[in-house]
């Protein structure tokens, strides 16, 4: 699928039309970026600090999402609804992004267990030509916390094999772990497990049409598996589900979860009738959402998002697959 622009470009080209767009701390847009075979913590360069929010007296728990579905995180994580939500997302040190959680100080890591011996892919970080400043500045901050080498995606050859030689240097001399760490896992399993204190549904979410895919087996996580295959769910969403159905299988139904279609979960934000801002490629609009998909596509691209506009003169009607389809909230 086609990658949407930052967010912030998307605001700046709505400024100084005849209908513009409404400031709310509260936004949130229906946008499906690229698929991608990289970690979600180094390709979200956007995302803030989350740490999950396990509610007393919610009902359900969403304790695994698909980050790469924007608008679906924001969603998630602007806690309009009362449910609660274990996922979540670390951004510097000081929040656990590259740190590592070992049961014995003189142990091994949770990596060992989870990711394996990972490659050295992951203390490389090839900035795409496309973005902008801001945004590679944004990432190579993200690099500097996880020790990673950037390059430029259109490097020499020369510069590419020089900077994989540091990366897999670095990879080295930090045991062969996984770049990003290994404590946002044990942090995530402490959310989890108050949540099932608490008696609460546990949701899992996957890719469109791909529920119930690309599962692992706990015991299988440390071989060398390509966990980014873009099947059923994240990289990281496997290793949680995998634990997720290890306890299911050890503790009983308190683990038990419902797999959900990110489609689904979309639906249930935005409903029929609800006022929200589209952008139609050019502008954003004030508007009203008049269809959502009626059943989930095998394919992203045939779910149709139906908005009709509320400027009085223009009355605009458009529809938008789920590849392009940008909403928010009013």
Known sequence: ?????DMDQAHGSARGTSKP???HEDRCHLRFTARTNKPFILER?????????IREGAEECYVSFPGRYVSGWDALTSERQNYSVACLFL???EDGLGQHYREEASGPCLCHTIYGERSFFSYLLVLPG???DDEVTRRREIAKHVKAVVIREDATPEARQLAEEEARKTWNENGRVASWGCQGFQDWKENVEEAVKLKQRLKVVFFPGQVGQGKVAWEDLRHELDLWDDIGCEGDQKCEIAYLDKMWKEKGDDWAYDSVDVTDFLKDEFKVGGDVDAFDGQQWWNGTLLGVPKTVPKDPRDAKWVVQSQDSKSRKLWSSSSQTARLRWQ
């Open 45 to 53: 360069s956007e995302y803030e600090t989350y740490r999950g929010h």
């Open 130 to 132: 496309t973005l902008t």
């Open 21 to 23: 767009w409404k400031k």
């Open 1 to 5: 699928m086609e990658e949407e622009n």
């Open 91 to 93: 951004c510097t040190p």
